[in-house]
């Protein structure tokens, strides 16, 4: 039986099938067929459709994802926006860009997502209006689409978000999403984020510290070792490591003390980093840690630290 009259059987089974061998060849000249699919009257016909067209570039494939976006069901709706979000063509955008303010939440957040990585200026204004938007979800999906810009008039809106948003998550990517910029403007918005209420923000704002290595974080970053929560500690070691600040050796070797292993380890490939001689002593006594992990991460150290002497 071809394919075709396997699309059109009576069982659904039979049908999804069908969609699953066309997804495998990925030919163009199949897109018909799957976006006939996509209006099957069985929804996980209707998911393995919207997965297939994952990767089309083609004007129709894309407005049938958009129109999916719209689906009663939430599976087949979440399969169509993650298919949109692999799109890498900037040319793709003129289709997404009306969806990104679409009245329904869902559609707009989709929108929003898909158009990231293509980073087409037409974008700015879409974004910059959905930071507005009462569910934080789009909102952040905004802040997204604007870090990705990299647009120096996005960095106000970011710093916005990042220090007053009241959504946790919202927070937490606009301090990401400012790491996208080299303006010494975003330092004091990171500090805030290192003293935010909510532990993944101060987190991020110790990684993204680290990334674009201001010296000027290095006493706030030594402060954030002792954060009551590890994942900010070992975002800040890890930081301090990239700064090679010799500042730190203190806090860190402290820290090769760290009842988590994860944190004792960064602290370590941090010293081999920073590559002072002076913690060559307290390195060789943790030689023997009962983590293996750790104990390859001091080693590293040593040599790293000898290399240098």
């Not at 559609?107 to 200026?121: F, T």
């Not at 002792?226 to 050796?249: F, H, I």
């Not at 003390?257 to 010293?271: D, G, I, P, Q, Y």
């Not at 983590?291 to 001091?298: F, G, L, N, T, Y």
Request: charged fraction near 30%; glycine fraction near 4%.
């Amino acid at each position: 039986m071809s394919i075709t009259l396997r699309l059109k059987h009576e069982d659904s089974e039979v049908r999804r099938i069908a969609v699953l061998e066309l997804a495998d060849e990925a030919d163009e000249e199949h897109i018909p067929l799957l976006i006939d699919a996509l209006n099957d009257s069985v929804p996980s016909v209707r998911v393995e459709a919207a997965k297939a067209l994952e990767g089309f570039e083609e004007e129709e494939a894309i407005r049938a994802l958009l129109n999916a976006l719209k689906d009663q069901e939430s599976t087949v709706r979440e399969a169509a926006a993650q298919s949109l979000s692999e799109l890498k063509q900037a040319s793709s955008a003129v289709y997404i860009l009306p969806f990104a303010s679409d009245k329904q939440p869902f559609v707009q957040m989709a929108a929003l997502r898909a158009l990231r990585e293509l980073r087409v200026p037409q974008s700015f204004e879409p974004a910059r209006a959905a930071l507005s938007a009462s569910d934080a979800m789009i909102r952040r999906e905004a802040v997204v689409v604007l870090g990705y810009l990299k647009y120096p008039e996005a960095l106000p809106l970011l710093i916005q978000r990042a220090g007053h948003d009241e959504d946790t998550d919202v927070r937490r990517v606009a301090i990401g999403a400012l790491g996208f910029a080299q303006d010494r403007q975003i330092l004091p918005a990171l500090l805030q984020g290192l003293k935010d209420q909510a532990w993944q923000v101060r987190e991020e704002a110790a990684t993204t510290l680290g990334k674009l290595r201001l010296r000027e974080a290095v006493e706030h970053l030594i402060e954030a070792m002792n954060d009551p929560y590890w994942q900010v500690q070992l975002r800040a070691a890890r930081s301090l490591g990239r700064l090679k600040e010799n500042r730190a050796v203190p806090i860190l070797l402290e820290t090769l003390e760290h009842t988590v292993s994860n944190v004792r380890k960064e602290a370590a490939l941090a010293l081999g980093e920073i590559g002072d001689a002076s913690a060559l002593e307290t390195l060789e006594r943790n030689t023997n840690d009962p983590d293996p992990d750790v104990r390859k991460s001091v080693r590293l150290a040593i040599q790293q630290i000898c290399q240098t002497i």
